[in-house]
């Protein structure tokens, strides 16, 4: 089974950049959409950033003009560029695919973004 990797994630300040990998351990090449999402601590977990295979992409009004999500399926790695950090960036992200109500893959570990004021 197909397992997902996230890193990149660290200690930044306000105004800093990230850039987050998803790693996946086969091909995501007829995966159509492929996103990224988050969870602050007592929060549920939110979409932030969706790509499709065609190129298409959708952010979360929260992130729109600062974070940008990329693909690359010859890796079987999906990216997000994080720009201009706020503290309210601050969470876990993880990686997935949706299909439906549910998921392609198992969540993986998800990697930490903290973001210091």
């Known amino acids: 089974q197909v397992q997902l990797v996230e890193s990149g994630g660290g200690l930044v300040q306000a105004g800093g950049s990230l850039r987050l990998s998803c790693a996946a351990s086969g091909s995501i090449y007829s995966i159509n959409m492929m996103g990224w999402y988050r969870q602050a601590p007592g929060k549920q977990r939110d979409w932030v950033a969706l790509?499709?295979?065609?190129?298409?992409?959708g952010y979360a009004d929260s992130v729109k003009g600062r974070f940008t999500i990329s693909r690359d399926n010859a890796k079987s790695t999906v990216y997000l560029q994080m720009n201009s950090l706020k503290p309210e960036d601050t969470a876990v992200y993880y990686c997935?695919?949706?299909?439906?109500?549910?998921?392609?893959?198992?969540w993986g570990q998800g990697t930490q973004v903290t973001v210091s004021s």
């Open positions: 790509m499709t295979s065609s190129g298409a992409t």
């Open positions: 997935n695919a949706p299909r439906g109500t549910t998921w392609y893959f198992d």
